[in-house]
């Protein structure tokens, strides 16, 4: 291809277009942001929660949690909509300024995310919270990847903080936001209904398991570093709630029956995967005693060895929906992103763009997830494998 073929002052007017609208943060954009964080902050302190465990570290450490995150999210989602109650009653002030300044949003994060970063950074090289980190000797790649598994700062627990907190907890916030900007506009919008609904059950089932978000891989395996931080600071705000930011200005009249049948099929994809790690989490808290679908479970008692040389013992579920693949519980989570991002229909690529990101992220996860597994079962996840074949898609990979 020629690129001489295309005027040269494109691609500098393009730029030049996108940095106008783009506007440096404004002192009502930061004191919003820097009052969520001190709210976030104080009510993850002060709600009470049982003391839960995450899952021994190869170093032999067992981090402990406070498990309130359901009553955070609900004491976040009454307040915002409390706040806006007085604000729109009292002052005329509507909290949808959040979607007229949302470039001002972004661009705080963004310079936030890598300060705090190097924050961090400086914390595991100087005062590290557990033995479950250090240095690979390149700078670069620790400020990346982080220093730490488990950083604590004040007795806050930062992963909890940055990817539950405030990625997993602005995410509502925003669509809620969006659908009342949406009301504001059009009044009610049906394809907002819908994508609202579902993004915001979504939402609340992973708060209702928050316990159980505390063994994936996000947490077992990803230091508090640029790379996840950065993620939930910045990238979950800015990306996961796209579908409905889109949507403020696209509005889409669907009808009550498509309306109907695609909550149907998001709300199905919900309790699937909730289904699925409640499986899971049934047969391991009652050692393989329990009945999955009416029948005793096949299980797989696999062991493995701690880097102290300490064996330890976990079970491998294969009935259920875990012995149609063995990362089963991926799938309904991408159906949903696309049953509540096809309300705005296929006029534009751009509502897509986190079901296609999710896409390919849980298939990546999935390598993630079959590397760490078979280096830490060794022959029992073979076995386990041979059990059940299919990776991710039943009968396809």
Not at 58 to 66: D, E, F, L, N
Not at 156 to 183: E, H, I, Q
Not at 253 to 279: C, E, R, W
Not at 312 to 335: D, M, V
Request: charged fraction near 15%; charge should be positive.
């Amino acid at each position: 291809m020629c690129w001489s073929a295309f005027p040269r002052k494109i691609v500098p007017r393009g730029l030049a277009y996108i940095w106008s609208q783009v506007n440096a943060p404004t002192p009502l954009i930061v004191f919003t942001l820097a009052g969520y964080v001190v709210f976030a902050l104080t009510v993850m302190r002060i709600l009470p929660g049982k003391t839960v465990y995450g899952p021994v570290t190869p170093k032999g450490h067992v981090p402990v949690y406070k498990d309130n995150g359901f009553a955070c999210f609900v004491t976040t989602m009454v307040t915002f909509w409390l706040l806006t109650f007085v604000l729109k009653t009292f002052f005329a002030v509507s909290p949808t300024y959040i979607f007229d300044k949302f470039d001002e949003v972004l661009v705080t994060l963004n310079i936030f995310s890598p300060i705090f970063c190097v924050f961090l950074y400086l914390k595991g090289r100087l005062a590290p919270s557990c033995t479950d980190g250090g240095s690979s000797g390149n700078i670069i790649f620790d400020y990346f990847w982080g220093m730490e598994l488990y950083p604590r700062v004040l007795g806050f627990d930062v992963k909890v903080f940055t990817n539950c907190r405030f990625g997993m907890t602005v995410w509502p916030l925003l669509v809620c936001v969006f659908a009342l900007k949406s009301y504001e506009l059009y009044g009610f919008v049906d394809s907002m209904f819908v994508t609202t609904t579902l993004q915001l059950v979504y939402c609340t089932k992973f708060f209702w398991w928050e316990a159980g978000y505390m063994n994936t891989i996000d947490i077992m395996m990803d230091r508090a570093g640029y790379y996840i931080c950065w993620g939930c600071l910045v990238f979950v705000p800015g990306v996961y709630a796209s579908v409905s930011l889109y949507m403020v200005n696209h509005p889409v009249h669907l009808g009550l029956p498509l309306t109907t049948f695609l909550l149907a099929l998001g709300v199905l994809s919900i309790y699937i995967n909730y289904d699925a790690d409640k499986q899971k989490l049934q047969v391991r808290s009652s050692d393989g005693r329990c009945l999955v679908w009416g029948r005793k479970p096949s299980i797989i008692r696999a062991k493995y060895v701690l880097d102290s040389g300490e064996t330890r013992e976990s079970i491998l579920l294969a009935s259920g929906w875990w012995g149609l693949s063995r990362h089963f519980h991926y799938i309904p989570e991408i159906l949903l992103a696309f049953f509540w991002s096809v309300p705005a229909l296929f006029h534009d690529v751009m509502p897509y763009t986190y079901v296609i990101y999710l896409t390919t992220l849980l298939i990546h996860r999935s390598f993630r997830d079959e590397t760490k597994c078979s280096r830490k079962y060794g022959c029992f996840w073979k076995q386990y494998r041979d059990l059940v074949p299919h990776k991710l898609f039943p009968f396809i990979f």
